[in-house]
C-alpha cells in the first residue's frame, strides 16, 4: 500500500471508530435519562382516583388506585420512580404538610388536582342535593366568592412548593370536569338552574386554577371537553351521581373516566 494512503486509512479509521463511539455514547445518555425519569402524582380524589374503584388497601382513606390517571401513565411509560401520594379529600395544606416529599431536584414530572376541596366541593353538592334551588345557587356563589378571595394565595403556596423541591419538573395541573349534561336524559334530581350554576363553578374554579398554575410555568390541563358528551344526564356517564348507599363517590370519574378523560388530556401535557 502506498505510504500516503496511511494517513488517510488511518485518519477514515478514527473517525469512524469517534463516530461509533459517539453514537453509543449518545444513546447510553438516552438510554440513563429514561432510567433516570422520576414522576410524582399529587392532588386530590380527583387525582387519587376515588370513584374508579379498585383501590389500594395500604392507602387506606386516601383510596389510591391503579385505575387512576397517574397509575395507568406510570403503567405504559415505566418511570424508574413513581410516588403517587394523592389522597381523597386533599386540601392545598394537605399536600403541603404530606405529599411532597417524594419530590427533589431530580423529579422530571408532576402532575396534580387541587383547589376543589379548598372551596368547598362536598359541601355546595351536599347543599344543592338537600335543599332549594335558591339555597343551592346562594352556596355556590359563596365557594365562588372563595375562589375569587382566598384559593389563588392557597395555590400559590402549594405551586411554589412544587417549583422550590423540584426546580427542573415539568408540573401538569389538570383542571375538573363539568358534572352535567343540561337538557339531558335525566327526569330526577337536580333542577336545570341547579345544574347550570353547578358546571358555572366548574368553570369558575377551573379558571382560577388555570390563571394561577400559568403565573407558576406550569402546564394547565383543561378536562372538560374530553368529559364532553359524558356527563351526568348524557346517558353514557364519565361520572358517578349521587350514590346514597357510597356518598363518597358520587360527583366523581368512573373507571372510564379516568381512562377515557383524564388519561389522555395528561398523556398530551406530559
Known amino acids: 500500500m502506498p505510504l500516503g494512503r496511511l494517513p488517510r486509512l488511518a485518519a477514515w479509521t478514527s473517525s469512524l471508530l ?12 438516552a438510554s440513563a ?10 392532588g386530590d380524589s380527583y387525582s387519587s ?6 383501590y389500594d388497601s395500604s392507602s387506606g382513606a386516601c383510596k389510591r388506585t391503579n385505575r387512576a390517571y397517574p397509575a395507568l401513565w406510570a403503567a405504559v411509560n415505566s418511570p424508574q420512580t413513581f410516588a403517587f401520594t ?3 379529600g386533599a386540601r392545598t395544606g394537605d399536600v403541603l404538610s404530606g405529599q411532597l416529599g417524594p419530590l427533589n431536584p431530580g423529579t422530571d414530572l408532576v402532575s396534580i388536582t387541587i383547589g376543589g376541596n379548598d372551596a368547598g366541593f362536598a359541601d355546595v353538592m351536599t347543599t344543592c342535593v338537600l335543599q332549594s334551588e335558591s339555597t343551592c345557587v346562594n352556596r355556590i356563589n359563596q365557594a365562588k366568592a372563595y375562589v375569587d378571595s382566598t384559593l389563588p394565595g392557597q395555590l400559590d403556596q402549594v405551586y411554589g412548593a412544587i417549583r422550590g ?3 427542573a419538573a415539568r408540573v401538569v395541573v389538570l383542571g375538573y370536569p363539568r358534572f352535567y349534561k343540561l337538557n339531558g336524559t335525566c327526569v330526577a334530581g337536580l333542577t336545570e338552574g341547579e345544574r347550570s350554576a353547578i358546571n358555572g363553578a366548574a368553570d369558575h374554579l377551573n379558571a382560577a386554577i388555570s390563571k394561577r398554575a400559568t403565573a407558576h410555568g406550569f402546564t394547565f390541563a383543561p378536562v372538560a371537553g374530553a368529559f364532553t358528551g359524558h356527563e351526568i344526564c348524557s346517558g353514557d356517564a364519565w361520572l358517578h351521581s349521587v350514590n346514597w348507599l357510597n356518598i363518597g363517590e358520587s360527583y366523581h370519574p368512573t373507571a372510564a373516566g379516568q381512562s377515557g378523560g383524564y388519561l389522555p388530556v395528561f398523556r398530551s401535557k406530559a
Not at 469517534?18 to 445518555?29: K, N, R, Y
Not at 435519562?33 to 399529587?42: I, N, S
Open 33 to 42: 435519562a429514561t432510567a433516570d425519569f422520576g414522576y410524582v402524582a399529587l
Open 18 to 29: 469517534l463516530a461509533a463511539g459517539a453514537v453509543l455514547f449518545g444513546a447510553g445518555q
Open 86 to 88: 394523592a389522597c381523597s
Open 165 to 167: 423541591r423540584a426546580p
Open 49 to 54: 382516583g376515588v370513584g374508579a374503584g379498585n
